[in-house]
């Protein structure tokens, strides 16, 4: 069977070179049966339709020129859409029409084209399969030879062997100069600012008061119902100029009444709370979400990413999920107006995790 | 005049013969064109999966760019004050407000904008059906280990685009996203802390994440994953490509249509194809509405939201540990609850990059493989196949275990439970199964060729008996299913010193794992003789 490497030939009889061409490469553990079959080389080609019957043929090519003309259409409705469905009216609605109209000319024109061009090559164009001959990727050994002179060649030329302190102090200058590059990578961040002292105080302090999340006004004690829940911010937060999100990042408090019968408070945090408000910090644990789902009549609280859960009955413990640490509380009382305010900043670092942490 | 030009041109060349001789004079092309023009192409509706990935790569490429020109990277406040009205006043960053721009002020943007999104998930879908089809028929052997690792690459690469992408528009969800980045990061020992910190330069969520995200999205990796696609494609051009036992078809030849013209008109009618199913997506359905989830606050949150499919696995991996993985040792805190599914998937990851070398050592095979193989003939390896499936189906369904918890009335609890189950015992049981399914399979096809296929002819015989007429196979179908090599597990035998290593008797017990149960293909002597025997 001749064979071009490169241009393919037109399918014959049977392959008979398998045996000639057998890679000399080890089979490992292949069982090669001597009693195996033969190939039995490439079957009858079959016509298609198009092949046979003028009319279908002739039919294809409709199809196929009707489909580009219908590409040419949609090409045109979506252009014509661009400027029947304007969006600059504040409605919703014309954006919809204005996606969908723009979006189904271009799908028309682009399914048209892919549509008409593979059936054009499918039932149109000549039905040739073409056999290329495969040679090892390894190429022949003369180049594989000739390869290797380059390397031993060049190797003794430079004596980059034979001269191994030259090449030994090449290789350590070659691992030394990427490390000024690591040491700018500090300018990352603010040179004078340390992680660990940033992530261990927040807004929090003596006095602050707690205030609505997102209104920034300050929450009165009374105001709290047995049951409800509050998503507190540190008043002032709303205020910041600089900094806002970062701060609210590591001071956004969830605060909740419950019964004071229900809370069962160690005794060290029994001041910590005020007839049975409580305050613990809204960011988890784990890696952290704020945990602000509340179930009223379990206590218990919910993370929405990974479904960690917390009883605030009991200092807000883990009861399920994989945070492992309960959410720090933030220590309250009740100011002389009547407002509730933090006894401090928070005793230990909210939110995730840190290696640095203990 | 005696100084005419040597060389003429023929009036008579048509304008393209012309052009390309121009062309070619200048670029020597001709060549290039002589050699590739009508390589022949093997054809299989499995290998469209590497162009679906290779075309919604391109949409991305397109739709991207314009997205660019309308972008900005830029984390300083703002009040939006564009056309959609819910959102008028409301403090934001520059990058959320430009996505709303783009989404409600620009013709057509919203319709780019949702294309580059479904395209983004199409791509990552395509590579991951790709690399399957490339692990169960063993495309992935000698000598394409190679290509298997530069796919692979690309398959990490497309989902960090992906990530980075989903971080740009700094809507509630992205930033929720890029805190779970963020706190994952702390929990890493040693480097955590300061390696969230310089990421976002300073505190989270800071103000530079979007536009060091934005370089990376754009610039970085884009350049890596074109790079790699080129290797990747040079590659496939170099070894050609596989095709599926059939008659003709050797280790020797490849067979198919030539690129010119068929192939290249089946390919690039695909790619309008596909560009026009993602138009259509883009145009019906809805992706990332962030104008309903608004700005990123670190306080609110709304429950049921889902990352992006690709990054499930990851987040899933996460809900199901249980509680309490977290220590306090030497001062310092050891959160297995992160590095755990780190490790676990960084485990995964490194087995399916060794796969194809491991496979190579057990079998000691050197040669070149361009028969693709049907998975039921490689039972061990579409078992481990189907176990590292389910594996990863586990985790990716544990990223919607509170989703499946509330659709199906379940308790929270009892999903994740249930799913810690399957990611620790299914792959097990997904083995046991494949691996019984696929000899079973290869037993049926040894008997349809020692006895023919059912004809469905049913025939009563003078003695009263009815049989069914089976009929033998030709022996083009034959070819098929005898067409495969069946391997033997390894004797150990001492080496030149007398020596069994350790290697050596590991690689025997895997290899006995591998190919104990094995079914070894039809010969003709067996052939034969169950002709004789029905005689």
């Given at each position: ?65 009707t489909l580009f003309y219908l590409s040419i259409l949609g090409s045109v409705w979506a252009v014509a859409a661009y400027m029947l469905f304007p969006i600059e009216s504040n409605d919703v609605g014309a954006v919809r029409l204005n996606n969908m109209f723009i979006g189904l000319g271009a799908t028309l024109a682009l399914l048209g084209l892919g549509f008409g061009i593979v ?93 609505l999340d997102p209104s920034g006004v ?11 829940a509050f998503h507190?911010i540190?008043?002032?937060?709303a ?5 806002k999100l970062?701060?609210k990042a590591?001071?956004a ?29 809204k ?6 979400c704020p945990?602000a789902l509340y ?7 919910l993370c929405p990413c ?53 | ?51 679906i990935a290779l075309f919604s790569f391109v949409v991305i490429l397109i739709s991207g760019t314009f997205l660019t020109f309308f972008f900005q990277a830029s984390m300083a406040e703002v009040h939006y004050d564009g056309s959609y009205v819910p959102l008028k006043g409301v403090e934001m960053s520059v990058a959320m407000a430009s996505t709303l721009d783009i989404s409600f002020d620009i013709r057509g943007g919203l319709f780019v904008r949702q294309m580059h999104h479904w395209a983004a998930l199409l791509f990552v879908a395509a590579i991951g ?29 497309a989902m960090g685009e992906g990530f980075t992408g989903y971080s740009l528009p700094d809507d509630l969800l992205s930033g929720n996203g890029l805190r779970i980045i ?23 969520p800071?103000t530079?994440i979007v536009g060091?995200l934005y370089?990376l999205h754009i610039?970085?990796l884009p ?46 009618g695909f790619f309008f194809i596909i560009f026009g199913v993602l138009a259509l997506i883009a145009s019906l359905f809805t992706i990332n509405p962030i104008w309903n989830y608004g700005p990123y606050d670190p306080s609110p949150v709304s429950a049921g939201t889902q990352p992006d499919w690709y990054i499930g696995?990851?987040d ?80 990716w369904a544990?990223a919607s275990s509170d989703i499946l918890a509330t659709h199906f009335s ?126």
């Open positions: 069977m001749a064979q071009d490497d490169h241009s393919g030939t037109e399918l014959a009889a049977a392959d008979s070179s398998h045996e000639a061409l057998a890679p000399t490469a080890s089979p490992g553990t292949a069982l090669i049966s001597s009693d195996a079959f033969e190939n039995p080389g490439f079957p009858p080609h079959r016509p298609r339709v198009t092949d046979e019957d003028p009319k279908k043929e002739k039919r294809a090519q409709r199809t196929v020129y059936h054009w090559g499918k039932a149109i164009m000549d039905d040739v399969e073409l056999a290329d001959e495969r040679h090892p990727i390894g190429g022949s050994p003369e180049t594989q030879a000739a390869a290797a002179k380059v390397f031993s060649d060049s190797d003794k030329e430079s004596g980059f062997t034979r001269r191994s302190v030259i090449r030994n102090s090449l290789i350590g200058a070659l691992i030394a100069f990427p490390l000024p590059a690591l040491v700018l990578f500090r300018g990352f961040a603010p040179q004078d600012q340390l992680p660990v002292e940033l992530l261990s105080h927040t807004m929090w302090a003596k006095g602050t008061r707690l205030a300050p929450i009165k004690a009374a105001d709290v119902t047995i049951g409800s507190i540190p008043e002032g937060l205020e910041l100029e600089h900094g970062e701060e590591k001071a408090v969830l605060l909740m009444r419950l019964e004071p019968s229900e809370l069962n408070q160690a005794p060290d945090r029994e001041s910590w709370s005020y007839d049975g408000i409580v305050a613990y910090s960011i988890c644990t784990h890696v952290g945990v179930e009223q009549h379990t206590h218990h609280l990974h479904q960690s859960q917390f009883d605030v009955a009991n200092h807000c413990e883990v009861i399920f999920g994989p945070a492992k640490r309960p959410l720090p509380q933030l220590p309250i009382a009740v100011d002389d107006e009547g407002y509730l305010i933090a006894q401090s900043d928070f005793t230990e670092p909210v939110g995730p995790s840190f290696w640095e942490r203990s | 005049m005696s100084t005419a030009p040597s060389t003429q041109v023929t009036p008579k060349r048509s304008f393209t013969a012309s052009a390309s001789v121009y062309v070619n004079e200048r670029t020597s092309l001709a060549g290039f064109v002589k050699e590739l023009g009508r390589k022949a192409f093997p054809d299989h509706w499995s290998f469209l999966l590497g162009e059906l790709h690399m399957l089809r490339i692990f169960f028929t063993g495309a992935f052997r000698k000598p394409r280990e190679f290509n298997w690792l530069i796919g692979f690459t690309l398959f990490i690469l963020d706190g994952l990061i702390k929990g890493i020992p040693v480097i955590g802390t300061w390696t969230s910190f310089l990421l976002f330069g300073g505190e989270f800071g530079a060091r370089t610039l970085l350049a890596i994953v074109v790079a790699l696609i080129a290797i990747h494609l040079v590659l496939v051009v170099v070894h050609k490509h596989t095709q599926y036992a059939a008659p003709g078809k050797t280790q020797q030849n490849a067979v198919g249509p030539p690129i010119l013209p068929i192939y290249a008109a089946k390919a690039g696995f990851a899933g991996a996460l809900r199901l540990i249980p509680p309490g993985w977290e220590f306090v040792w030497l001062d310092r805190t050891w959160s297995f609850n992160i590095l755990v599914p780190l490790i676990a998937i960084g485990i995964f990851i490194l087995l399916v990059v060794a796969y194809p070398f491991i496979e190579a050592w057990v079998k000691g095979d050197h040669r070149e493989h361009h028969i693709a193989d049907r998975p039921r003939n490689a039972p061990t390896r579409t078992a481990i196949g189907a176990a590292g499936v389910t594996f990863y189906a586990g985790l544990a379940l308790t929270m609890e009892g999903v994740i439970h249930a799913l810690q189950a399957m990611v620790i015992i299914g792959p097990f049981v997904a083995y046991f199964i494949a691996k019984r399914v696929c000899i079973a399979l290869q037993k049926k096809d040894r008997e349809v060729v020692l006895h023919g296929y059912e004809s469905g002819r049913i025939v009563k015989l003078p003695g009263g008996e009815f049989i069914e007429v089976h009929q033998p196979l030709d022996e083009y179908d034959r070819w098929k299913l005898v067409s495969y090599e069946s391997y033997e597990p390894l004797m150990i035998r001492p080496n030149a010193r007398g020596k069994i290593t350790v290697g050596q008797r590991l690689r025997a017990g895997m290899s006995r794992w591998f190919f104990e149960d094995r079914i070894a293909p039809v010969t003709k002597g067996e052939l034969e003789a169950s002709h004789s025997a029905h005689h």
